[in-house]
Structures are given as structure tokens and as C-alpha cells.
């Protein structure tokens, strides 16, 4: 049997300076040098645990407006080779440190990627990346989504893929935790998060420099070992793992390290996963949390159209009038118009608040989406439209439920147009919820 080295590798001079360069490169990427990370990090509550963490992982420098952008990574590069430069010149004379600083940056890194995958793959695990789609997009027409919106419709309506993806995002973070099996792991990430990145930039995607990140995360482990498998594989010779690692004997607080991994395994594995177990089956990461109107989710045709004391009848061309109504079970209603809708693009849809919860009407034209509040025992209703392009979009109305099925709305605008709606209710079903009722193979589908 061949002797099995235990002493460090000697890198080539251009190897050497690629370490440092991939060393500060990442750091200055991962870095949280912005105010808005720490806002997020000091107001970390039990209730927002997954939504936080995620936003807290993805978490890149914006030096150039709101979001990250392509010039920062720029500006994070241009330091990079120029530290990398200057720190090669000062230990030209110290290779041995090289092993080491390259076994530390995979530590950093499999971690890292460890904990993006852990959230990120619960929050799939259990169907709650992609939320169930609403009463109201079930009644927009599919051309008036954009395209990040029918991606995220796409994943809503295969509940069973969007678990796939999350089981394999665990899976990759499960080996990350392990020296030996973190190879395999980046094998999984690479195909896995590259998809992500080209999908995030077909569809005008938010989040398309953080699955960058993540494949970006995944090259120091790859490039240390892509050589052996290289020639396991393509060269079909007798391949030997590498032997040498860090001796943390020689460290005194080399000993807590299985404990910092077991505190890492306990934040980001349980109590993550605990937390989107119990997101998944009372609440949301996208809708608002305040219910609505007792009993009165639904689609409601529009019977009759009073404004200003003026009868509008039905026509498919009357910008006025509305053509339909829909009542969630959470405490908005959107209502369909002949109109051209000013629609927002949102910079990610994951939010704390309610009142910042966007997902709804993001990227979404056809309809004009309201949240509302009940006063006098659910009598009154007051109607504000939350996208920013209709701040002055506001309603008044007494309402009238004379029984389940109808619905009448007196009141009137912001700009004092008095307004008197007949609603009777659109006894209507939808396919996607049969099949989550009775299942697929008794409604006759066949996977």
C-alpha cells in the first residue's frame, strides 16, 4: 500500500495567489456591511424565524442602490486582486500557511452553504417556498402574470416537486456538515443551484446573484478535489483522498468545535425545521395573517353598479365598472376592472409585516387588490389599495349580507364618489383544490 502523506501540499505561485483572491473574494461578498442587515439581525423574533434567516443568508453588499447588483461584485473583485496581491508579496516566503488558509475557507464556505440550504430547503421540504395560490390569481388570466409570477405559480401548483427539491437541498446540507462527504455535496449544489441561476434569469428573477453566490460557494470545495476525481474517472487510475488536514490539538479552542457544530445543527436544522413544520400548517410567508369576513371567501359576480347615482350596465369595455369580485379568507378582496394596471416589481417576496406582504398583486395586472379593515360589528368596511402606485385608491362602504350568497356594499371613495355594489356569489370549483380534496387518481389523473 502507498504511504499516505500527512504533510501539506505545496501550491504553485499562481495556485497560491487563486487561494487568496477566492479567500477575500468571498469574504468581502459575505461581509454584512450594510445597515439593513443588522436592523433585520437585531429584530429577529420566533415568529419571522425563517422569513429572517432567509433574508439574513442571502444577504449581499448593495453599494449601488436598494438590491445587490452586478457592480458590486465588481468593486468586491477589484479589492480581491489587488489584497490578494499585496498579501502573496508579504508571505512569498511562508507557503505553508497556503494548505491552511485553503482549509479554512472550505470550512467557511461548506457552512455557509450548510445554512443557506437548511432554510431554504424547509422552507421547500414543506411547501411553504411557493405558496398555495390565491382565489384571486385562480381568476386572473394567465397573460397578465409576469414571468417571475408564473415561476412561482408553476412550483405552487406541483406541491410534489417543490418537496423534491427541498429533500435534495437537505440532503446537500446534511453532507456539507462533513468534511469527508462535502465533495459530494457541492456535486449535488452545482447542477442544482446553476439551474436556479439560469431559471432566476429567465424569469426576471430577485434572487439570481444569490443562487450566483451559493455556486460561488461551492468552488473551493469542487477545486480541491476536482483533480483526483478527474483522474478516478477519466484517467481510471488508483486515486488516493487527500490525507492532510488542521491539527486543532495545536489550537486551545480547537476542543468547542464539535460543539459549535452541534450548536449550528440545533439553530439551523431543528429549530428551523420545527418553525417551517409550524408555518406550513397555520400560517403564511407571503399572505397577510388577518383573517377576513366570516364565511364569505369566494368569487362574486357583479349584478348591479351604482355610481354617483348613475346605473352602469355590464359592458366587456366600460373601465368603470366592475366586472367581478373576490373575497379571500385573509382580509383582502381584489376586484377585476377593464383597466391597465400599474403593477410593482418586488424586491424579494419574503416580508415580516403584513402591510409589506406584496406577493399578491406584484407582478400582477387584470385586478386591483384591496386590504381591508371591519368596524361595528363587521358592518363597515374601509378599503385601501397597498400598492404604491394607488395610494389614493380608498373606499368607504357599509355592507349588507342579507344571506350567504349576496352582498351589498354602500359607501363611497377617497375622492368623494358615492358607490352602491350588488354582489351574489359564483357557485364555481377549481380544479387544483379537487384534486388536493379527492386526490388525483380519483378525479381519473394519472401521474
Do not use: C
Not at 28 to 55: C, G
Not at 122 to 144: D, M, Q, R, V, W
Amino acid at each position: 500500500m502507498a504511504n499516505q502523506t500527512t504533510f501539506a501540499p505545496v501550491y504553485a505561485p499562481w495556485q497560491r495567489y487563486l487561494i487568496r483572491l477566492g479567500a477575500l473574494f468571498i469574504i468581502l461578498l459575505s461581509l454584512p456591511l450594510q445597515a439593513d442587515f443588522y436592523s433585520t439581525l437585531f429584530e429577529l423574533r420566533w415568529n419571522y424565524l425563517v422569513t429572517d434567516l432567509f433574508n439574513l443568508l442571502v444577504f449581499l453588499p448593495h453599494f449601488f442602490g436598494e438590491s445587490p447588483h452586478i457592480y458590486d461584485w465588481l468593486l468586491a473583485l477589484s479589492f480581491a486582486l489587488i489584497g490578494a496581491a499585496i498579501w502573496l508579496k508579504k508571505e512569498r516566503k511562508a507557503p505553508d500557511r497556503d494548505a491552511l488558509y485553503f482549509y479554512l475557507l472550505r470550512i467557511f464556505v461548506r457552512f455557509r452553504l450548510a445554512a443557506i440550504l437548511f432554510v431554504a430547503g424547509f422552507t421547500k421540504l414543506f411547501a411553504i417556498f411557493a405558496p398555495e395560490l390565491s382565489l384571486s390569481h385562480l381568476n386572473t388570466g394567465y397573460g397578465y402574470f409576469a414571468d417571475l409570477k408564473h415561476l412561482y405559480l408553476s412550483l405552487s401548483a406541483a406541491p410534489a416537486y417543490l418537496i423534491f427539491l427541498g429533500v435534495v437541498e437537505l440532503l446537500a446540507a446534511l453532507l456539507l456538515l462533513f468534511r469527508r462527504t462535502s465533495f459530494l455535496a457541492v456535486i449535488i449544489i452545482i447542477p442544482f443551484y446553476g439551474n436556479v441561476f439560469l431559471a432566476d434569469l429567465a424569469y426576471a428573477g430577485d434572487y439570481y446573484l444569490a443562487s450566483a453566490y451559493v455556486v460561488l460557494l461551492t468552488l473551493p470545495i469542487f477545486l480541491y478535489d476536482v483533480g483526483r476525481l478527474s483522474k478516478l474517472i477519466v484517467n481510471l487510475q488508483i486515486t488516493l483522498p487527500e490525507r492532510w488536514k488542521f491539527d486543532w490539538k495545536l489550537t486551545n479552542w480547537g476542543r468547542w468545535r464539535w460543539s459549535a457544530k452541534f450548536v449550528f445543527f440545533i439553530i439551523f436544522a431543528v429549530l428551523v425545521g420545527f418553525r417551517a413544520v409550524d408555518v406550513s400548517r397555520s400560517s403564511s410567508l407571503y399572505y397577510p395573517q388577518q383573517k377576513g369576513l366570516t364565511g364569505i371567501a369566494g368569487k362574486y359576480a357583479v349584478d348591479s353598479f351604482i355610481l354617483n347615482g348613475d346605473t352602469l350596465a355590464f359592458s366587456p369595455t366600460d373601465s368603470l365598472r366592475w366586472k367581478d369580485v373576490v373575497f379571500e379568507k385573509w382580509n383582502t378582496l381584489s376586484v377585476r376592472v377593464n383597466q391597465t394596471i400599474k403593477t410593482t416589481k418586488s424586491p424579494g417576496f419574503l416580508k415580516r409585516q403584513d402591510a409589506q406582504r406584496d406577493y399578491e398583486y406584484a407582478q400582477v395586472g387584470d385586478r386591483l387588490y384591496y386590504r381591508y379593515t371591519a368596524a361595528g360589528d363587521e358592518k363597515q368596511l374601509t378599503l385601501q389599495n397597498p400598492n404604491p402606485n394607488y395610494v389614493n385608491d380608498r373606499y368607504t362602504f357599509a355592507i349588507d349580507r342579507p344571506d350567504s350568497s349576496h352582498i351589498t356594499l354602500n359607501g363611497s371613495n377617497l375622492q368623494g364618489d358615492s358607490l352602491i355594489v350588488s354582489l351574489s356569489k359564483v357557485d364555481k370549483k377549481y380544479l387544483l383544490q379537487e384534486v388536493k380534496k379527492e386526490g388525483r387518481r380519483r378525479l381519473g389523473f394519472k401521474l
